[in-house]
């Protein structure tokens, strides 16, 4: 039987709405991976440049592009902390939380940047956070470690240092936390015992050569500190605390004038710490030169400086020989009290209170004639 006209014309509109619904799942299809396509191409770390920059510009082309996702802002943040950007990084973090005040990671990158900044009370509410919104990590116990550090509270410090090492006992900065923690007690013995452990795990940590030199130095072992300090003085160039222990073992080594270019260096590189200051004061009291000293360890005790026997010691000698005995017997009294077995001291406060007679002036113009 020969098919009607009819039935081809049905199976050729049969075929065409069968090629339709083809093409139309097809072009479908290529859509969405065009529209999935696109959405990679705004930030997929695996098929973009490594580099943190170009990591930046992806996440802010994203963060333009579709509504901002507070876990972004967050990604973002971590970026420019990488890059020892900590504004940007904290305006991140600040826009995150607003977008998502239960983002608990937020808060725990927050508590970072202030405790870098050494804004431990700070830090310390935005911890709290991070843990009411159940974001624990055991960098935490780090960072709650550090901030105890910060606030002196020594005890606190050593139980969540010892937290942090039982979670990760391979990380080196864990150890260097715990030592400046014993170090605050007193304990510097069980200190340099973590440092060493924390060389153990990374033989050239800046932050345990930092420790151990301030140490060493407290110590007067200037000759054990001296390789560690000038480690860090090439590696952290522009980090004052290396230039202000290199001058105490210049200092110590009776080298005036090479401690005064170290400690010129310190201020110059971080004007409001008193450290810098006292070196400066100090090597210029070596060289006897009390009108120039006194009021840079004036300055370093208006910044906080914490006298201690030998620096009240330097400063009321200023203090004498500048003419200003009143202001340095206070300081012998004190010194000859506390530390009574020291006779320089005593002596010096016998010296100050001696009152030296005047010479007297005889008028001899008037005995002499010129006849």
């Not at 006292?278 to 009390?290: D, M």
């Not at 530390?339 to 002596?347: E, I, K």
Request: glycine content about 4%; some cysteine.
């Amino acid at each position: 039987m020969v098919p009607s006209l009819s039935h081809h014309l049905r199976q050729f509109i049969s075929s065409m709405r069968y090629s339709s619904l083809i093409l139309w799942l097809g072009a479908a299809f290529f859509t969405a991976c065009s529209q999935k396509n696109a959405e990679e191409r705004m930030f997929n770390p695996q098929k973009v440049d490594s580099s943190v920059p170009t990591h930046i510009k992806e996440i802010s082309r994203a963060l333009e592009q579709r509504n901002p996702q507070p876990e972004w802002y967050v990604k973002r943040a971590k970026l420019y902390l990488a890059q020892e950007k900590p504004e940007p990084a904290l305006k991140d973090l600040t826009t995150a939380t607003v977008l998502d005040p239960s983002l608990g990671e937020a808060y725990f990158w927050k508590a970072k940047v202030m405790v870098s900044r050494s804004q431990y009370q700070d830090a310390m509410k935005m911890m709290m956070q991070a843990n009411a919104f159940s974001f624990y990590t055991p960098e935490s116990e780090a960072i709650l470690a550090e901030t105890y550090v910060g606030l002196k509270q020594y005890k606190r410090a050593l139980n969540h240092g010892n937290k942090a090492i039982k979670l990760n006992p391979g990380e080196a900065k864990y150890y260097v936390l715990m030592a400046k923690a014993q170090t605050g007690t007193g304990d510097t013995t069980r200190a340099l015992y973590n440092l060493q452990r924390a060389l153990v795990s990374d033989s050239v940590s800046l932050p345990a050569y930092r420790e151990l030199s301030a140490i060493y130095t407290a110590r007067r072992l200037y000759d054990v500190a001296y390789p560690l300090v000038n480690h860090g003085v090439r590696k952290q160039p522009k980090d004052a605390f290396w230039w202000q222990q290199l001058g105490t073992i210049f200092l110590n080594r009776n080298l005036s004038d090479t401690a005064l270019a170290c400690f010129s260096r310190s201020v110059n590189l971080q004007p409001n710490q008193p450290e810098g200051y006292a070196g400066l004061g100090e090597a210029w009291y070596k060289k006897r030169q009390y009108s120039t000293a006194l009021p840079l360890l004036l300055k370093a005790q208006e910044l906080g400086l914490k006298l201690t026997e030998h620096n009240r010691w330097v400063l009321a000698s200023c203090l004498e020989w500048t003419g200003q005995k009143d202001a340095a017997r206070l300081h012998y009294v004190f010194l000859t009290r506390k530390y009574p077995q020291n006779r320089r001291y005593s002596v010096a406060l016998q010296r100050t209170r001696r009152q030296v007679p005047k010479r007297p002036i005889v008028d001899t113009l008037s005995t002499i004639s010129v006849f």
